[in-house]
């Protein structure tokens, strides 16, 4: 059974600090690696998509893939109080176009 | 652009029931996905349509069905409801070719 795994938090950084979000998968076969973010009561918003090993940023975000190690992760520069929000990282594994989920990680940044 | 749009917002029904709700995807977009997320469980994926056929099922019983119109628009039904499936239902979609998911905002289906 495919398993994504998440740091389920909750978590709590400064304003202003780096967050780090961190999570493993288990399918080797898995090829797009997505960060999304949910606010409470809310749907997923996606924030970016990774499908390289490597880093990849998109303004104050940063995502980092190592297939080798099965290990993704988000970086969030300069957090600010609006970051506060469920991170939930899904892995795609090609055609089925299934997205699993890991269960999130709750991140709160203080003022 | 019209991100994607689900409708009702809210589902109450009784156990026993029939539920419909209903998911208009992005402008473009062929393919559309369903997936619930029940408290304490997570997203679980439901099914896949594309150009109007199902591609893909989820771990879940028949009862759980649906359809894909000739708009791209596309039906979740929920049959023969248990307390169990009061959840918050997600439509995405995506463009025929890719995996990148975007989604609406969800039916939050409540059954009594």
């Known amino acids: 059974q495919k398993e994504v795994e998440q740091n389920s938090g909750p978590l709590s950084v400064p304003e202003g600090a780096i967050a780090s979000l961190n999570c493993t998968y288990s399918?080797?076969?898995?090829?797009?690696f997505f960060w999304y973010r949910q606010y409470s009561g809310k749907s997923p918003e996606l924030i970016m998509s990774?499908?390289?090993?490597g880093d990849k940023e998109d303004g104050r975000f940063t995502a980092q893939l190592n297939k080798a190690s099965q290990y993704v992760s988000l970086l969030i520069r300069d957090s600010q109080p609006s970051d506060s929000a469920t991170y939930l990282c899904?892995?795609?594994?090609?055609?089925?176009?299934?997205?699993?989920f890991g269960s999130g990680t709750q991140l709160t940044v203080l003022p | 652009e019209a991100g994607v749009t689900q409708s009702p917002t809210h589902l109450i029904k009784t156990r026993g029931q029939q539920a419909t709700l209903r998911c208009s995807p992005i402008s473009g977009h062929t393919s559309v996905y369903w997936y619930q997320q029940a408290l304490g469980l997570g997203l679980q994926f439901l099914l896949w349509?594309?150009?109007?056929?199902?591609?893909n099922r989820g771990n879940f019983p028949p009862r759980f069905s649906g359809r894909q119109f000739p708009n791209y628009s596309s039906e979740l039904n929920v049959n023969a409801l248990e307390l169990e499936d009061s959840a918050l239902y997600l439509c995405?979609?995506?463009?025929?070719?890719?995996?990148?998911?975007?989604f609406g905002p969800g039916t939050r289906l409540l059954v009594l």
């Open positions: 990774i499908y390289s090993n």
């Open positions: 349509y594309d150009e109007g056929e199902e591609r």
């Open positions: 399918d080797r076969g898995s090829q797009s």
């Open positions: 995405a979609s995506s463009l025929g070719n890719q995996e990148t998911q975007y």
């Open positions: 899904a892995v795609a594994s090609g055609s089925a176009r299934q997205l699993t």
